[in-house]
């Protein structure tokens, strides 16, 4: 089945602190797409990253950095030196190739940055 | 640039009523996905339309429909309104169809409260 699961529901650090938000999911497929999405206040989903199935390398863009590893089937996500403007639930996505592209979100990790 | 752009931003209905939403894409973006979010069931696919076709579908009841105009504008139907489709309602766009091969850029959503 296919399945994501954040297990963080809320996280509170205090600004500069480096936070890592977790995501394990659940597929039979051998193509398949993880996605992170960050949702601040204002309500609109915000792109962060797409990585399929074949590429495991690590990506750091700015402070944000994510760590793919099929062997547990999770896909990180850490921002390093956080601050208050990081504040936002963030989401976790997988679509399978067999599924169309039917798109599957966790419950999201609520994030608080204190400053 | 503008972004994609969904009207109403709240909308109140009571049950057994029926409401339309509306999305209209970047510019130049021929698929529109449309998403429900809950917080209880947190952020659900509903449907892509790409060049005016229904291209996939989530799970819900056809109560649920959608369509796509020419030029790539959609709209959204719910019928027979229960509460609990009382929700917030994303749109999202990209350049071509799928989901998981585009980036897609969402919408700040409508607000649908249902008495």
């Known amino acids: 089945a296919q399945k994501v699961t954040q297990a963080q529901t809320e996280i509170s650090v205090v600004e500069k602190e480096d936070v890592t938000l977790d995501c394990v999911y659940e597929?039979?497929?051998?193509?398949?797409?993880l996605f992170w999405y960050k949702q601040p206040p204002s309500g609109e989903l915000v792109f962060l990253i797409r990585?399929?199935?074949?590429?495991?390398q690590n990506e750091i863009s700015g402070r944000y950095s994510w760590n793919f590893q099929k062997s547990t089937s999770s896909f990180n996500f850490t921002i390093t030196a956080s601050q208050v403007v990081d504040s936002a639930v963030y989401f976790c996505?997988?679509?399978?190739?067999?599924?169309?592209?039917?798109?599957?979100f966790g419950k999201g990790t609520r994030l608080h940055i204190l400053p | 640039k503008a972004g994609v752009t969904q009207t109403p931003r709240y909308l109140i209905k009571t049950r057994g009523q029926q409401v339309t939403l509306s999305c209209s894409p970047i510019?130049?973006?021929?698929?529109v996905s449309w998403y429900q979010q809950t917080p209880g069931q947190g952020l659900q696919f509903l449907f892509e339309?790409?060049?005016?076709?229904?291209?996939n579908k989530g799970n819900f009841p056809g109560r649920f429909s959608g369509r796509q105009f020419s030029n790539s504008r959609s709209e959204m139907n719910v019928s027979t309104l229960e509460l609990g489709d009382s929700a917030l309602y994303l749109c999202?766009?990209?350049?071509?169809?799928?989901?998981?091969?585009?980036?897609?850029?969402f919408g700040p959503g409508t607000r649908l409260t249902v008495l």
């Open positions: 999202a766009s990209s350049r071509e169809g799928g989901t998981s091969y585009n980036e897609q850029f």
């Open positions: 597929t039979r497929d051998t193509t398949y797409y």
């Open positions: 990585r399929n199935s074949f590429d495991e």
């Open positions: 996505a997988l679509s399978e190739e067999s599924r169309d592209d039917k798109i599957i």
């Open positions: 510019s130049g973006h021929r698929s």
């Open positions: 339309y790409f060049s005016e076709t229904q291209r």
